[in-house]
């Protein structure tokens, strides 16, 4: 079983702000937060890693709190090309991908 | 391109036929991975090759047999299938198998078996 938790699907526009939550209330001591995305037909694509605050790179940002037991991607200005699966998972020593959360961006 | 590529990129077979899938990684990592995508259902892994020694297999069915001759190379032999075996099938190679190693994903094979 997946050890997160994710909406199953979400629809925004062209240039919003996406936010795209993650719960994983049993985090251990030892897992990193990964963010990665999957177009249809295609393998999934690293996105974004991180343990605790926040993480930025030039596709998103990710925010952990204090207690680590949810996450938040953020997609800055998403345009028609992020529609994708966007899959949140913990790393320890079993990788385990849920179902991932449908992202939908409409003109 | 990710630095790894997987062929054939469709394969339609038999459940009587025996067939191999290939992956090959550009990248100089040490761990390759297979994993399974059925329609509708999350990614399934299905094996783990660390500096080409097998340290993961979920539980998969004997029918698929997994052979690393080397650190760049993955092959999965098929024989014997079933028509639910018919998904995506992704190959990924890492640095190690670390919780903060990222994976590269090839492609995949859509498999479909008649």
């Known amino acids: 079983l997946a050890k997160t938790t994710q909406p199953i699907s979400m629809d925004s526009y062209e240039g919003q702000e996406v936010n795209i939550t993650c719960s994983h209330n049993?985090?251990?001591?030892?897992?990193?937060i990964t963010w990665y995305q999957q177009f249809p037909s295609q393998g999934p694509r690293f996105i974004i890693q991180?343990?605790?605050t926040k993480v930025t790179n030039e596709v998103a940002s990710l925010f952990i709190p204090a207690d680590r037991k949810s996450s938040t991607l953020s997609l800055p200005r998403v345009s028609l090309s992020d529609t994708a699966v966007y899959y949140c998972?913990?790393?320890?020593?079993?990788?385990?991908f849920g179902k991932g959360t449908r992202l939908h961006i409409l003109p | 391109e990710t630095g790894v590529t997987q062929t054939p990129r469709h394969l339609v077979m038999g459940m009587t036929n025996k067939k191999s899938l290939k992956c090959e990684q550009h990248l100089g990592h040490n761990a390759m991975y297979w994993y399974k995508q059925s329609a509708k259902k999350p990614l399934e892994l299905m094996f783990v090759y660390n500096f080409k020694e097998q340290t993961e297999n979920n539980s998969v069915p004997s029918r698929f047999s997994p052979e690393c001759p080397n650190s760049s190379h993955l092959f999965l032999h098929l024989h014997t299938l079933q028509p639910e075996d018919s998904a995506l099938y992704l190959c990924a190679s890492s640095t190690g198998t670390s919780g903060f190693d990222e994976q590269y994903f090839g492609p995949g094979t859509r498999l479909t078996v008649t």
């Open positions: 991180g343990y605790k």
């Open positions: 049993n985090i251990a001591t030892n897992d990193y």
């Open positions: 998972l913990l790393r320890d020593d079993k990788i385990i």
